[in-house]
């Protein structure tokens, strides 16, 4: 005789789940919990091949810090709210194969010319990736409002008018003078040099490398029929570590509000190589600059 199989009896009010699908309820639940639990800002860098530095090179944040004040300083093109690096608060780094350093980092900032008893201290958050030892370091950077933008304003359209109304053009031998002096009426000038000069520091900076403006010489600026203040200078840019005086010819194109254009041409002492660039503060790699 053919025996029949017996459909299973439909579960009726009140009885118990059968053991295995529910099982594979708590199973699925508990699968959909550690997805939603997955730190989604956990800190590393999403594409692979990184990995979490924790014995940072000496001085690695500092020289960070100062590549991305840089292009800050470049980027906003106001000679009147130029910083510098106070003090690196905290940040971290990965490297990969090739070497290369990605860091973030907070930092705090200071007017490069803080006025007495004003309020001069900001802070600054960034991502800064150099390339191994490759110049031109990308930059992600925002910072919290350290002067007014009405005020900035103000201040830059001075040293503008400033510049505009001088009867002879400039044609300054040396700043600072052989005591170290900056003339109070010559320090427009420095500060503007020292805005198109944060352009070519940046492009020459690398991991290894930093820069500094020390002296400035050879200002003349040109008559134009445009509005812009348009001048040439020669700097000397302290290079650390190498302690060496880069000399650098750099030409210059301000308006205040607008892009600062930079061209510039450095002669390297360490080889017969030379370096160049031309540059729009419009046109480099996206940054940030929130409440500026």
Known sequence: MQLRRQPLPAPQPGDPYPAAPLLALLLLLALQGAAAAAPAGSGEPEDSGWRQDAELPRGLLSQAARAALHFFNFRASSPSALRVLAEVQ???????????????????????????????????????????????????????????????????????????????????????????????????????????SSYVM??????????????????????TNEDAIDFDYTVLLHEFSTQEMIPCHIHLVWYPGKPLKVKYHCQELQTPEEASGTEEASAVAPTELSNF
């Open 202 to 223: 940046w492009e020459k900076t690398t991991q290894f490398l930093h820069y500094y403006m020390a002296q400035l010489s050879s200002v003349k600026q040109w008559k």
């Open 90 to 196: 905290e940040g971290r780094a990965w490297i990969n194969q090739k070497k290369e350093y990605k860091v973030d980092l907070v930092f705090t900032t200071e007017l490069y010319n803080p006025e007495e008893g004003k309020e001069h201290l900001g802070k600054c958050s960034a991502r800064v990736f150099f390339r191994n030892e490759k110049p031109r370091p990308a930059i992600n950077i925002t910072c919290t409002r350290l002067i007014e933008k009405k005020t900035r304003q103000e201040e830059d359209y001075q040293l503008y008018k400033y510049m505009k109304q001088l009867k002879n053009l400039l044609d300054v031998v040396s700043i600072p003078d052989s005591h170290g002096h900056i003339d109070p009426s010559l320090r427009p000038i420095w500060d503007l040099a020292f805005l198109g």
